[in-house]
Nanobody, 124 residues
Framework: QVQLVESGGGLVQAGGSLRLSCAAS????????MGWFRQAPGKEREFVAA????????QYADSVKGRFTTSRDNAKNTVHLQMNYLKPEDTAVYYC?????????????????WGQGTQVTVSS
């Protein structure tokens, strides 16, 4: 089992940056693909980014491509989401997730474990 804890959220002005981190417990972190999702009030949880076990592959939602970058450090059991040029529409609770499914990493069903989320608020 994997426990995930996100950190790094906060309030930032439009155009600013934030770096989210997700710390994982357990010794099998490197066997999990990792994903980032977000959920705004009144909306469905949506895919943001994913990174494969070794970090060799990444995927991004069209809405964040070119602005967000995900990375991981398997030695430290952490995954990061660097968010630049933030927009008010990026405001949401951001969740990291872990799963061993090797396909459809853009879907919630690919992930078995979820963190509790961290709030990101972007003011205009």
């Amino acid at each position: 089992q994997v426990q995930l804890v996100e950190s790094g959220g906060g309030l930032v002005q439009a155009g600013g940056s934030l770096r989210l981190s997700c710390a994982a417990s357990g010794r099998a972190f490197s066997t999990y693909n990792m994903g980032w999702f977000r959920q705004a009030p009144g909306k469905e949880r949506e895919f943001v980014a994913a990174i494969t076990r070794t970090g060799g592959g990444t995927q991004y939602a069209d809405s964040v491509k070119g602005r967000f970058t995900t990375s991981r450090d398997n030695a430290k059991n952490t995954v990061h989401l660097q968010m630049n040029y933030l927009k008010p529409e990026d405001t949401a609770v951001y969740y990291c997730a872990a799963g061993r499914t090797t396909y459809l990493l853009t879907t919630r069903s690919a992930y078995d474990y979820w963190g509790q989320g961290t709030q990101v608020t972007v003011s205009s």
